[in-house]
């Protein structure tokens, strides 16, 4: 069982940065890929970013390529998600997600893969 927990969002204007963070319980957040994903008022959870349990592995959609990071750091069981250059169609709910996964490398893109998720964190770029 793992429970996460995100925070960091806010509000923000258009351009400027935010990190969001998920704290994960639990002793083996190492075999977890972790993933974000968002979801704005009236539109389907969109996937942002993904890692794998290792970390080596990352994925990003177009719309974030290049603008978001994601990292992961095991010995604090928190995945990141460092978001720059943002847009006001980057308004969501952001959700932290994680699945246990057989092989470290392994990483998950559709929402449907994930097991565990967090309450969400508001994210609001103004223009």
């Known amino acids: 069982q793992v429970q996460l927990v995100e925070s960091g969002g806010g509000l923000v204007q258009a351009g400027g940065s935010l990190r969001l963070s998920c704290a994960a319980s639990?002793?083996?957040?190492?075999?977890?890929?972790m993933g974000w994903f968002r979801q704005a008022p009236g539109k389907e959870r969109e996937f942002v970013a993904a890692?794998?349990?290792?970390?080596?592995?990352?994925y990003y959609p177009n719309s974030v390529k290049g603008r978001f990071t994601i990292s992961r750091d095991n010995a604090k069981n928190t995945v990141y998600l460092q978001m720059n250059s943002l847009k006001p169609e980057d308004t969501a709910v952001y959700y932290c997600?994680?699945?246990?996964?057989?092989?470290?490398?392994?990483?998950?893109?559709?929402?449907?893969?994930?097991?565990?998720w967090g309450q969400g964190t508001q994210v609001t770029v103004s223009s």
């Open positions: 890692v794998s349990a290792s970390g080596r592995s990352t």
């Open positions: 639990g002793r083996t957040f190492s075999s977890y890929a």
């Open positions: 997600a994680a699945q246990a996964s057989f092989y470290s490398g392994s990483a998950y893109l559709n929402s449907n893969e994930y097991s565990y």
